[in-house]
């Protein structure tokens, strides 16, 4: 009786074993390449933040879940990238003295130049997340931002 239950628990926990394995999970990431555009100058880097809530959205770079740095070569930069799948907003960051910050005026104004996705227009402040979004799916995996200066 002993024995046909030892063999019971076993062949259950290979069994289980077996299952969670043999199940790969599914891909939520794709390749997706950004194109950036109109910079100023080739100094510097671009650097590329992506948010997937608006939770330091546009500026806290710590927050972004993808974050990236490419050089600049006639005016555009290029990034591709493997992404998660679904509704982000993009920043683009044109550090020019590749301080790793956005420098800003006094006042809060950036001073060097950036890009969001969806172009969104604001006439004061930061844009917001919502009007920002994009998404990332099969059928959608090449975008262009394009540099604002101020």
Known sequence: MGHVI???IVFIILTILNIAFSQTAPTNTLNVKITVNSFKSNSGVARLLIFNNDEGFPGEMELAIVKAVTTIENSIATFDLIVPSGEHAVVILH?????NEIDTAWYGK???GFGVS???KSSFGP???EDSTIIFIEEKKNFI?????F
Do not use: C, F, Q, S
């Not at 550090?95 to 301080?99: A, I, L, Q, R, T």
């Not at 931002?145 to 200066?149: D, E």
């Open 6 to 8: 030892l063999k019971l």
């Open 95 to 99: 550090d020019e003295n590749n301080n």
């Open 110 to 112: 950036p001073i060097e």
């Open 118 to 120: 969806n172009d969104p």
């Open 127 to 129: 844009p917001d997340y």
């Open 145 to 149: 931002i394009t540099m604002r200066y």
